[in-house]
């Protein structure tokens, strides 16, 4: 028994609930108990002569419950003919039927029937998930009049026939319990009403980078003023860093430069460099966002309040950084990650016919894939925070090989070594990466154990290209 509903119940009903009625179907409506049939009808019968004694309990609710056999998607496991039986012996219940597609257009006329000729107040559908007809069977009862909040559906689909194939007789239990339960929320439910609250159309975008100034760019495209916040001093985040990008191959910074001229010129986007989202309330729609930033006169650093309708996240990212002595980083100054050498192609002259390094002449490359990624408990040591990277980043074999082929093409006499656990290409078009670096002569080495490391040897001997 519900709060609300607690100062009303009275003495010798305590054993009248639904909840005891639904958990001692499960053990005997199952075995056939003709004996427990009889007895939940003397129980019904004492229930009812109980309200007409007590007229101050709340009315009895009249529920009506449908099961839907989903063209077999359901019947099929579930035995929804036991299903609807233990459903009609719950209290409240007034109606349990069988539907072969209770969202069709004569399953819902059904449901609506039933509501206007049983006078059902309450409605349980047990079928597919609420996120796929949640919407068509409030659209039926409302049809009848009936409070679109006064029904519940019940997933015994997914959560049933399709995730216990394997066990019938356990999906019918689970598919009664769960009906059960609807039906003892439902009898505490009341109608509700929707309403309309003031919303903000204005978007709040945190971050500067490539991400956030393209959904800065498409949402003032559609009319809604946005607020860009980056928390350095110029826009551009990780791009600013790079070189030619993947597949397109256009230079980083002209990318950059076109985003910068779309942002500036339209004036449904506000710009706060230096600047950082502090604190963050209320809900979509209406949300107060407090901003720390240099507004006050000469660039003093203040707070503004800012009230938008959505906030797009798009701080970026940080390169993993191997930790001290991980193949061989900080402990060989031959040993670099992706980003630092990114940075040393870029500095080399365009005219430069060969590729320095600390005053040497690279003559060959090895490459390493999964170093901080695909991570395994027991091999890889954690992170400072005790996690893992368990998954794959997505991006570290395009770039690598993109680095790989760009090194071949510009140092030809350069020999370039790839050594992975996979080649992973995700994004359209960057398998043609891995094609044309072969055929460059990037010669390719699998290592099947994580813990292989290529280098340690012959970095002992100092040959560490």
């Avoid at 002569?49 to 077999?72: F, M, N, S």
């Avoid at 003023?225 to 030619?244: A, C, D, F, I, M």
Wanted: include cysteine; charge should be negative; proline fraction near 5%.
């Amino acid at each position: 028994m519900s709060a609300e509903h607690g100062s009303m119940k009275q003495p010798g009903t305590e054993d009248l609930d639904v909840e005891c009625a639904a958990s001692e179907l499960e053990e005997t409506l199952l075995e056939g108990n003709d004996a427990y049939m009889k007895q939940h009808a003397a129980v019904r019968l004492q229930l009812e002569k109980a309200r007409q004694q007590h007229t101050d309990l709340p009315p009895e609710p009249r529920v009506g419950v449908y099961i839907c056999r989903c063209g077999g998607n359901i019947s099929d496991v579930v035995d929804v003919e036991r299903v609807a039986a233990a459903a009609s012996l719950i209290p409240g219940v007034v109606t349990a039927k069988v539907n072969t597609f209770c969202c069709s257009d004569p399953g819902q006329q059904t449901i609506t029937s039933d509501i206007l000729q049983e006078n059902l107040d309450r409605v349980v559908v047990a079928s597919c998930s609420p996120s796929l007809h949640e919407q068509t069977f409030r659209g039926a009862v409302s049809r009848a009049n009936l409070n679109p909040y006064l029904y519940e559906q019940v997933n015994v689909r997914e959560q049933g026939s399709w995730a216990h194939k394997h066990d019938p007789e356990g999906a019918t239990l689970l598919a009664i319990r769960m009906i059960a339960a609807a039906v003892g929320k439902l009898r505490y439910s009341t109608p509700l009403d929707q309403i309309k609250l003031p919303n903000h159309r204005k978007a709040l975008v945190i971050g500067g980078g490539i991400a956030g100034m393209k959904a800065a760019v498409d949402m003032a495209g559609r009319g809604i003023r946005v607020l860009l916040v980056e928390t350095s001093e110029r826009l551009g985040g990780r791009l600013n860093e790079r070189g030619q990008v993947y597949p397109s191959e256009k230079m980083a910074s002209e990318i950059v430069t076109e985003l910068i001229q779309q942002v500036k010129s339209s004036d449904q986007i506000e710009v706060l460099l230096n600047s950082n989202v502090i604190s963050v309330n209320g809900f979509i729609g209406n949300f107060r966002t407090v901003i720390e930033g240099p507004f006050g006169p000469a660039g003093v650093i203040s707070k503004m309040d800012a009230p938008v309708g959505a906030i797009v996240m798009a701080t970026g990212y940080r390169p993993y950084v191997p930790r001290d002595g991980e193949f061989l980083y900080r402990q060989d100054p031959c040993v670099l990650t992706t980003p630092e050498f990114i940075a040393l192609s870029q500095s080399v002259q365009s005219t430069s016919k060969e590729l320095v390094y600390q005053g040497r002449t690279i003559r060959s490359i090895a490459f390493l894939h999964c170093v901080g990624s695909r991570q395994l408990d027991g091999i890889n040591e954690p992170q400072p925070d005790g996690s893992l990277n368990t998954y794959c980043s997505r991006v570290c074999c395009s770039t690598i090989l993109q680095q790989a082929l760009a090194v071949r093409q510009r140092f030809p006499q350069v020999h370039v070594y790839d050594f992975h656990r996979d080649i992973r290409t995700y994004g359209r078009g960057e398998e043609d990466y891995y094609i044309n670096a072969s055929k460059a002569g990037v010669v390719f080495f699998r290592r099947d154990r994580p813990k292989d490391d290529p280098f340690r040897d012959e970095a002992a001997r100092g040959q560490v290209a």
